[in-house]
């Protein structure tokens, strides 16, 4: 199971390391900076930001940690 010690981790990790967290439902909610993910209790919550189109817009989503089933790390992008 996920705990909130482990998301804190990731996110404290230097250098960070982009991931992503894979629910039970199939739903992955990526994390490509500290700054878009953050934990409270048994809840993590995760910034999307939006596009620089006129119908994008930001969001946030809050996830029980009971149900990340896996986290998968990311590349770095290049020249990033």
């Known amino acids: 199971m996920m705990?909130?010690?482990?998301?804190?981790?990731?996110l404290d990790a230097r250098p960070f390391?982009?991931?992503k967290l894979c629910l039970t439902?199939?739903?992955?909610?990526?994390?490509?900076?500290?700054?878009?993910a953050w934990?409270?209790?048994?809840l993590a919550y995760v910034g999307q930001a939006g596009g620089s189109g006129s119908g994008s817009r930001s969001k946030?989503?809050?996830?029980?940690?009971l149900h990340v089933a896996r986290v998968e790390f990311?590349?770095?992008k290049a020249g990033g």
């Open 3 to 10: 705990t909130s010690s482990h998301v804190r981790g990731l």
């Open 17 to 19: 390391r982009p991931f």
């Open 25 to 36: 439902d199939g739903t992955i909610h990526s994390v490509p900076q500290p700054e878009f």
């Open 39 to 42: 934990v409270w209790g048994s």
């Open 60 to 65: 946030v989503s809050q996830i029980a940690l």
């Open 74 to 76: 990311e590349e770095p």
